[in-house]
């Protein structure tokens, strides 16, 4: 069974820049990044497919973030610039092994998922 970790969160001034890595124990198809808001439910944030070539990004962090995957270390990055107050959260990597043509953005789309890292963007 493939496990997922991420790393990477932490404190950062709003404008400052975070680079997230969900390391899995083996390959995976397509991997999504979630997070999640104190007293919020969890949202896609962004997913990449199998082969890196497709992308999808929820409205709020477009031009701000950007997925990718080292498929020869089974691991996906999420750059983060430009960073706000309201990307503060906790974010968890997710993936499926299952084929799909895209990537999915809703929970139900994978069945494997990471413990999460803390993002804080605060002043």
């Known amino acids: 069974q493939v496990q997922l970790a991420e790393s990477g969160g932490g404190l950062v001034q709003p404008g400052g820049s975070l680079r997230l890595s969900c390391a899995a124990s083996?390959?995976?198809?397509?991997v999504g990044w979630f997070r999640q808001a104190p007293g919020k439910e969890r949202e896609g944030v962004s997913c990449?497919?199998?082969?890196?070539?497709?992308?999808n990004y929820v409205d709020s962090v477009k031009g701000r973030f950007t997925i990718s995957r080292d498929n020869a270390k089974d691991t996906v990055f999420l750059q983060m610039n430009s960073l706000k107050p309201e990307d503060t959260g906790v974010y968890y990597c997710a993936g499926t092994q299952f084929y799909r043509p895209v990537c999915g953005m809703s929970l139900s789309d994978y069945e494997r998922w990471g413990q999460g890292t803390q993002v804080t963007v605060s002043s």
């Open positions: 990449i497919n199998q082969w890196g070539d497709l992308t």
């Open positions: 083996g390959f995976t198809n397509a």
